[in-house]
Nanobody, 119 residues
Framework: QVQLVESGGGLVHSGGSLRLSCAASGRTFSDRVMGWFRRPPGKERQFVARIRWIDGNTYYAESVKGRFTISRDNANNTMYLQMDSLKPEDTAVYYC????????????WGQGTQVTVSS
């Protein structure tokens, strides 16, 4: 099994920054992909960014490109999402997720962390 625990959410003013962390434990997969998703109030879940663990390759949603940066720490098995220039529309519950393979589904999810951006 895999456990994912997010942290780092909170309340920030528009234009501010936050860094989210996702600590993974349990079973590991050599070519896993980890991603960040979010669910804004009253809306469906959205993809934010992902990173391929083995080579650090990243991909972002257009809405966050240039403002958010996804990264990983191999030694601590932790993924990060640095969020800069935050906007009120970034307000959401943010989830980290793990797919065991590049072509697989995101089968493992964290509990989520709230990010609120005030205008």
């Amino acid at each position: 099994q895999v456990q994912l625990v997010e942290s780092g959410g909170g309340l920030v003013h528009s234009g501010g920054s936050l860094r989210l962390s996702c600590a993974a434990s349990g079973r590991t997969f050599s070519d896993r992909v980890m991603g960040w998703f979010r669910r804004p109030p009253g809306k469906e879940r959205q993809f934010v960014a992902r990173i391929r663990w083995i080579d650090g390759n990243t991909y972002y949603a257009e809405s966050v490109k240039g403002r958010f940066t996804i990264s990983r720490d191999n030694a601590n098995n932790t993924m990060y999402l640095q969020m800069d220039s935050l906007k009120p529309e970034d307000t959401a519950v943010y989830y980290c997720a793990l797919a065991a393979t590049v072509t697989g589904n995101y089968d493992y999810w964290g509990q989520g962390t709230q990010v609120t951006v005030s205008s």
